[in-house]
Structure formats: structure tokens, C-alpha cells
């Protein structure tokens, strides 16, 4: 009988205004770690030293400025594998990945199934393994990421895929969104208990300095209207708000990013 993957211990370091890098801790060698998205570099170097820290790896799951930024001066730091999506506007690079295959990194202890996971970008990609998900800019607590080049199909499929993950696994996004994500969720849902209870949650450990993240998919399929677009609820306050009747739940999804865009 094989033994159950290790969990994962994963610290956050936050950028810019409200990114987070988050550094997964090699369940073999926990002086060593691996960066997922690592948009600036100095922050991540500084919690390197202040932990005494070597930087193992790269995992990067789309392409823009605010998460593979930090890659150049990373690397300066010895000679580390940088592992993507096949997209030629990464160009540091080392490995490509692509849908349903393994990122494995053995001498790390830590093996990634890769889900293919297009709308934020068509290229995007999601890494899942040892009960935890790093998922970039395409779920996020309460909400998801805009589609930048991609469909309402594409994205609202990529949301199912997540959707249909263990419902204990752990969400590590890329950015500090929840509360303004709660605000519209509660817009669409007023009477979400579940949303509802998050949000205090939520405001407290904001109010504390903590991060509200990682989430669970068990609470994104409770909290999160873009994970509901079968929910009867949400599909009435989607076509309330598109003023027509909607076909399917692709539709559903359409208007609601549509409707976040431009919520304030």
C-alpha cells in the first residue's frame, strides 16, 4: 500500500500591493523550498535569509509581469529550474509542462498533477498535488481571475475542473482579493449564510494582518458565485441583472464577470 502524499507546509510572502508568492517547503529537505509565481524578487529573497531558506525551484502558471517578474533575479541566486506553461512570453523558462501530465520533482519529495486551466489566459496552468492547489489568477477566494484572452466557455470549464477537486483541497491563489470578491458574491447571494459567515471570518484575520488565504474548494463551492452558476440563486440574480433569460451555466458565468468588471 503506498503511503498518503506528505502535507504540504506553504508560507506566504507578499507582493506589490497584493500578490502573494507562496513558498512550498520540500516535505524531504524543509530547508529547501520551491516559489510558485514569483512576481518580485526581493521579497522572496529576504524570506529566504531571514529563514535561512534555499530556493530549489520555480513553478509559474501564466505569464504576466506580476508573477514571473522576480524570475531574472531569482535565478542569479544559483542555477534553479524555472517550470511553465508552453508560452514563448516566459522566457526564463527551463521546462515546460503541460495538461494532465506530472510535474515531478523527486529529489524534493513533491509531484504535481498540471491542469490545463485557460480564460485569465489561454496558456494558464494549475498545479495539484498533496491535497493543495496553486491555481495563479484563475480561482480566487470568492471570485476568479478576468478573462484576459480567453471565453466565457473556456473559463467557466477551467472553474469546473477546480470545482470537481477533493472537497478538502486547500487553495493557494494569487492574490488578496477575498474581501472585495465577498462584497460582490454577497451582491449576487444576499442571504449566502455561508458567505455571509466568511465574511466575518474574513475580516477578522484581515483586521489581524494575516492573509485570508489558502481557502478550501468545500468553501469556494459554499461562498463562491462563480462556482454556482448552476445554483438556482445565482442564475436568478444573473438574469435579473442581464434583464433576459439564460440558457446554461456558460451563460450564467458570462454575465457575472461581466457584471464583477464593472462593480465597484
Same mark, same amino acid.
Given at each position: 500500500?503506498?503511503?498518503?502524499?506528505?502535507?504540504?507546509?506553504?508560507?506566504?510572502?507578499?507582493?506589490?500591493?497584493?500578490?502573494?508568492?507562496?513558498?512550498?517547503?520540500?516535505?524531504?529537505?524543509? *530547508?529547501?523550498?520551491?516559489?510558485?509565481?514569483?512576481?518580485?524578487?526581493?521579497?522572496?529573497?529576504?524570506?529566504?535569509?531571514?529563514?535561512?531558506?534555499?530556493?530549489?525551484?520555480?513553478?509559474?502558471?501564466?505569464?504576466?509581469?506580476?508573477?514571473?517578474?522576480?524570475?531574472?533575479?531569482?535565478?542569479?541566486?544559483?542555477?534553479?529550474?524555472?517550470?511553465?506553461?508552453?508560452?514563448?512570453?516566459?522566457? &526564463?523558462?527551463?521546462?515546460?509542462?503541460?495538461?494532465?501530465?506530472?510535474?515531478?520533482? &523527486?529529489?524534493?519529495?513533491?509531484?504535481?498533477?498540471?491542469?490545463?486551466?485557460?480564460?485569465?489566459?489561454?496558456?494558464?496552468?494549475?498545479?495539484?498535488?498533496?491535497?493543495?492547489?496553486?491555481?495563479?489568477?484563475?480561482?480566487? *477566494?470568492? #471570485?476568479?481571475?478576468?478573462?484576459?484572452?480567453?471565453?466565457?466557455?473556456?473559463?467557466?470549464?477551467?472553474?469546473?475542473?477546480?470545482?470537481?477537486?477533493?472537497?478538502?483541497?486547500?487553495?493557494?491563489?494569487?492574490?488578496?482579493?477575498?474581501?472585495?470578491?465577498?462584497?460582490?458574491?454577497?451582491?449576487?447571494?444576499?442571504?449566502?449564510?455561508?458567505?455571509?459567515?466568511?465574511?466575518? *471570518?474574513?475580516?477578522?484575520?484581515?483586521?489581524? #494582518?494575516?492573509?485570508?488565504?489558502?481557502?478550501?474548494?468545500?468553501?469556494?463551492?459554499?461562498?463562491?458565485?462563480?462556482?454556482?452558476?448552476?445554483?438556482?440563486?445565482?442564475?436568478?440574480?444573473?438574469?435579473?441583472?442581464?434583464?433576459?433569460?439564460?440558457?446554461?451555466?456558460?451563460?450564467?458565468?458570462?454575465?457575472?464577470?461581466?457584471?464583477?468588471?464593472?462593480?465597484?
Amino acid at each position: 500500500m503506498s503511503k498518503p502524499a506528505p502535507h504540504l507546509n506553504v508560507h506566504p510572502v507578499r507582493a506589490f500591493s497584493d500578490n502573494y508568492v507562496w513558498l512550498i517547503e520540500s516535505p524531504t529537505r524543509p *530547508s529547501e523550498v520551491v516559489a510558485v509565481d514569483p512576481g518580485e524578487a526581493a521579497p522572496v529573497v529576504a524570506e529566504l535569509t531571514r529563514r535561512n531558506l534555499r530556493l530549489a525551484a520555480i513553478l509559474l502558471t501564466h505569464h504576466h509581469p506580476d508573477h514571473i517578474g522576480g524570475v531574472p533575479d531569482l535565478l542569479r541566486l544559483g542555477e534553479i529550474p524555472v517550470i511553465g506553461p508552453d508560452d514563448g512570453r516566459i522566457a &526564463s523558462r527551463t521546462r515546460t509542462v503541460r495538461n494532465q501530465e506530472r510535474c515531478d520533482l &523527486s529529489d524534493l519529495g513533491l509531484s504535481f498533477e498540471i491542469l490545463h486551466v485557460p480564460g485569465h489566459t489561454v496558456s494558464h496552468i494549475a498545479f495539484w498535488g498533496h491535497g493543495a492547489l496553486f491555481c495563479g489568477d484563475t480561482l480566487f *477566494s470568492a #471570485g476568479c481571475g478576468r478573462m484576459f484572452e480567453g471565453t466565457p466557455e473556456q473559463m467557466n470549464a477551467s472553474l469546473n475542473r477546480l470545482r470537481d477537486l477533493p472537497p478538502e483541497t486547500r487553495m493557494f491563489c494569487g492574490h488578496e482579493y477575498t474581501a472585495a470578491n465577498l462584497r460582490f458574491a454577497l451582491t449576487v447571494e444576499p442571504a449566502n449564510d455561508a458567505a455571509l459567515e466568511y465574511q466575518e *471570518s474574513v475580516r477578522r484575520v484581515r483586521a489581524a #494582518g494575516e492573509p485570508s488565504l489558502p481557502s478550501t474548494i468545500s468553501s469556494e463551492i459554499r461562498v463562491n458565485p462563480f462556482l454556482r452558476c448552476d445554483n438556482p440563486a445565482v442564475r436568478r440574480a444573473a438574469e435579473a441583472h442581464a434583464g433576459r433569460s439564460l440558457q446554461d451555466p456558460a451563460e450564467v458565468f458570462g454575465v457575472l464577470r461581466a457584471w464583477k468588471d464593472q462593480f465597484r
